[in-house]
């Protein structure tokens, strides 16, 4: 790694804000154990008020005889260490963050708040189920959320990330299968697929087979239809795909691998381009995982653990993980409060979109009157229960029910933000994802020119004919206070600038980007080399990321 931030082309290079306004940067920070002076303290103990213990005496051999090597210091110097380190990160919370594919977007205060309530932060899974009836109320009220915006019939909220989903819905596929005689033996997935999808299928036992995108990125319905067969367990599509294109052929996809007996799996973590709009349910899709963490605001990428439902048609129901949360319906009456739910479809909204978790108002002679905000407890009232009598489950996939917390988080968004709200986020994600497009299409080119949905992928044809690379112009974007896109993905696109925005942006914040992105094409037209060597303003330069990734130094070691 160079140090960087005092060369004299940082100098005369100098952060380019643009208005943008950046973290503070502190340019040089020691290890504790580096800061660490003998005899400091943090605390300080009061006199003791009990019998002293004699440590040789109840420990004997076990007694340890040399102190252990801890760095010494005072408070305030452990809170200013960790307070300027925690300035040179990056975060939602300080800025844009339009790393493709990872829907890098705000998660609101409340959803914390919510998930911190101490009845729900410090529930345990070993309660008796009598005594969390509160929680089971809440995933199954999570559950019919998810399944009224994905159109399917059965879910489970057990996968703790997106590509544990996709393993999980791909064990779902080769259980129903293997119940039909023949798991088969390949599953076909196209070259915009997220990269977790072969991995998934290869790692359930399936052979992987590419297939190519046709000219607009989507799938070439003639190539599919030839490499169908009946070995084909499953196409894994990822919808919007990679290139934030949206698979209009869908109906005909799915007609052509049931024809053949086989499944549909979509890869439903870009579902931030859909809620709310159309269901993957309605399109021909028999199994989907969904990314809470992405779609539904909670923390994602570093920023805290994840969740990746599995939601399904009834006919693999009985495959699902166990347990399956089930209501004890028996001899119980309709809870008066609860509204005419069992018997009745909200209308589709005016311009078509699905009714998500709507109920009508009726008044007693039928009339409608209106809807109810999101979904009602449900009509019958009767306590939950988790069911391990499943006996063709694929078994457990996660300890536990799942990561409980990023349901409380998502629940929150969804509730919070009602059915127009969701639908609402999901036309402001498209519509930031275009703006930028369109904002930029005149100076780094698009390779795809079919419309985007949630992200946009440029290319650095343009840029590499002066010979800077997508990787230096990331680099230069840091310079600019701005997180890097996502770089050189999807694969399918040579040198590749995946942007995707999220529905958190303003127009301000947006037009900032833009500025900082055409500034940079500027600067490669001319001054290719301060692109190429960026970035100047942060503590260190280029870091080796082989080296990084071969020989990672995780822990300090006594200089001897
Ligand atoms: C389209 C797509 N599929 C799968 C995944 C994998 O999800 P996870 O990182 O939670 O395993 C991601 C992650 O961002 C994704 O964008």
């Keep these: 790694m160079t140090t960087n931030a005092n060369s004299p082309q940082a100098r005369s290079a100098g952060p380019r804000t643009l208005g943008k306004v950046r973290p503070h940067q502190t340019q040089n920070e020691a290890l504790l154990f580096e800061k660490s002076?003998?005899?400091?303290?943090?605390?300080?103990?009061?006199?003791?008020?009990?019998?002293?213990?004699?440590?040789?005496?109840?420990?004997?051999?076990?007694?340890?005889?040399?102190?252990?090597?801890?760095?010494?210091?005072?408070?305030?110097?452990?809170i200013r260490h960790f307070t300027r380190l925690s300035t040179w990160n990056y975060a939602i919370d300080l800025g844009m963050y339009?790393?493709?594919?990872?829907?890098?977007?705000?998660?609101?205060?409340?959803?914390?708040?919510?998930?911190?309530?101490?009845?729900?932060?410090?529930?345990?899974?070993?309660?008796?189920?009598?005594?969390?009836?509160?929680?089971?109320?809440?995933?199954?009220?999570?559950?019919?959320?998810?399944?009224?915006?994905?159109g399917m019939d059965a879910i489970t909220l057990q996968p703790a990330a997106g590509a544990h989903g996709e393993f999980t819905g791909i064990l779902l596929t080769r259980a129903w299968h293997e119940s039909q005689g023949n798991p088969r033996k390949k599953i076909i997935i196209p070259d915009s697929a997220h990269g977790t999808n072969p991995a998934t299928a290869a790692i359930v036992g399936y052979t992987v087979e590419n297939l190519k995108s046709n000219s607009d990125g989507g799938i070439d319905l003639e190539a599919l239809t030839r490499q169908v067969d009946g070995e084909t367990a499953a196409l894994m599509l990822t919808n919007p795909s990679t290139l934030g294109v949206f698979e209009s052929q869908i109906h005909k996809i799915a007609d052509i691998l049931h024809a053949k007996g086989a499944l549909l799996y979509m890869d439903g973590a870009n579902m931030n381009a859909l809620v709310g709009k159309v269901r993957p349910g309605d399109f021909g899709v028999d199994v989907m995982h969904l990314n809470l963490h992405k779609t539904f605001s909670t923390p994602h990428g570093g920023g805290g653990p994840g969740s990746g439902p599995v939601a399904c048609k009834a006919f693999l129901e009985p495959f699902l993980p166990i347990p399956?949360?089930?209501?004890?319906?028996?001899?119980?009456?309709?809870?008066?409060?609860?509204?005419?739910?069992?018997?009745?479809?909200?209308?589709?909204?005016?311009?078509g979109c699905p009714p998500l978790f709507r109920a009508p108002i009726l008044k007693p002679d039928g009339e409608r009157v209106g809807d109810t905000?999101?979904?009602?407890?449900?009509?019958?009232?009767?306590?939950?229960?988790?069911?391990?009598?499943?006996?063709?489950?694929?078994?457990?996939?996660?300890?536990?029910?799942?990561?409980?917390?990023m349901f409380i988080r998502a629940l929150a968004y969804i509730l919070a933000n009602g059915p127009d709200g969701l639908r609402q986020t999901t036309e402001d994600a498209v519509l930031n994802a275009n703006y930028i497009r369109k904002k930029l299409e005149d100076v780094y080119e698009l390779p795809y020119k079919t419309a985007s949905m949630h992200e946009v992928v440029f290319s650095d044809k343009r840029q590499a004919a002066r010979g800077v690379k997508t990787g230096d112009?990331?680099?230069?974007?840091?310079?600019?206070?701005?997180?890097?896109?996502?770089?050189?993905?999807?694969?399918?696109?040579?040198?590749?600038?995946?942007?995707?925005?999220?529905?958190?942006?303003?127009?301000?914040?947006?037009?900032?980007?833009?500025?900082?992105?055409r500034s940079i094409a500027r600067e490669v037209e001319e001054n290719p080399e301060l692109v190429k060597t960026a970035p100047h303003s942060t503590r260190v330069s280029r870091l080796d990321e082989v080296q990084a990734a071969r020989k990672p130094i995780l822990r300090w070691k006594p200089q001897t």
């Design 37 to 78: 002076s003998p005899g400091k303290r943090a605390y300080k103990l009061p006199p003791l008020d009990v019998p002293a213990v004699d440590a040789v005496k109840l420990l004997g051999a076990a007694r340890r005889t040399t102190p252990g090597l801890l760095p010494e210091l005072s408070e305030i110097e452990i």
């Design 98 to 150: 339009p790393l493709g594919s990872c829907t890098m977007k705000y998660n609101p205060r409340v959803n914390e708040l919510v998930a911190r309530i101490e009845g729900l932060a410090e529930a345990h899974p070993y309660r008796p189920e009598s005594l969390a009836q509160g929680i089971l109320e809440i995933f199954d009220l999570l559950q019919r959320c998810l399944l009224d915006i994905t």
């Design 324 to 351: 399956v949360l089930v209501r004890d319906q028996k001899g119980e009456e309709p809870c008066p409060d609860a509204g005419d739910w069992e018997d009745t479809n909200a209308e589709p909204t005016a311009d």
């Design 373 to 405: 905000g999101p979904l009602p407890l449900h009509p019958f009232g009767g306590p939950l229960h988790w069911d391990y009598n499943r006996p063709q489950s694929v078994g457990r996939v996660r300890a536990f029910y799942g990561n409980t917390g």
């Design 473 to 517: 112009i990331a680099k230069r974007l840091i310079d600019y206070g701005f997180h890097p896109y996502t770089v050189s993905f999807p694969l399918i696109v040579h040198g590749a600038l995946m942007i995707e925005p999220t529905e958190s942006e303003s127009r301000e914040e947006l037009d900032l980007f833009v500025a900082a992105m």
